[in-house]
C-alpha cells in the first residue's frame, strides 16, 4: 500500500493543474481562503450549536438555522477546494505517513455523519420549531456537543499538518 500510496502522491503533485500551488504567492493565498472558509463554517456552526446548548435562549433556533446554514455550506465548499488544492500541492507530506492528516479527515467524516443524524432524526424538527427562551431537546444537545468537539479537533489535526 504505501509504494502505490507514495507514487500517487508523486503524480498529483506533478500534474501541471496541482504543481502551481507550490507557486510562492499561491499557497499563502490559498491558506488564506482555507481560513475564510473555515470562519464562515466554523462561525455557523458555533451559533447554532451554542444556541442548541442554551446561549443565547432569546433566539428562536429556526431563523439562526437558516440564516447559519448557508454561510456554512459556502465555508466549506472554500475549505474543500482550497483544502483539496493545498493537498495536490504538497500530497507527499499529507498522503505518506502524517497521521494528522487522516485523523483530520477522520474529524470531517465524523462531523458530517453527526450532521446526517441530527438532519434525519426528530431532533432537527424539534430545534427548527424552536422559540425564544425554550430548551433544546437532549438529542439536539448531544449533536450539539459533539459538533463542536468534532469541528474543534479538525482545526486542532489541521494545526498539527505541519509537524
Known sequence: MQPLLQSFASWL???????????RAVWPTLEALHFVGLALLLGSVLLLDLRMLGVAKQLPCGPVHRLTLRWAFVGFSI???????????????????????????????????????FYSTAAFRAVETLGPGEDAP??????AGASMF?????ITFGRYLVF
Open 79 to 117: 475549505m474543500a477546494v482550497t483544502g483539496f488544492l493545498l493537498m495536490a500541492g504538497k500530497a507527499t507530506a499529507y498522503l505518506v505517513d502524517n497521521v494528522a492528516f487522516y485523523l483530520k479527515l477522520l474529524g470531517i467524516l465524523l462531523a458530517g455523519v453527526n450532521a446526517l443524524v
Open 13 to 23: 503533485e506533478n500534474v501541471g493543474f496541482f504543481a502551481f500551488a507550490h507557486l
Open 138 to 143: 437532549p438529542l439536539a444537545k448531544a449533536v
Open 150 to 154: 468534532l469541528w474543534l479537533s479538525v
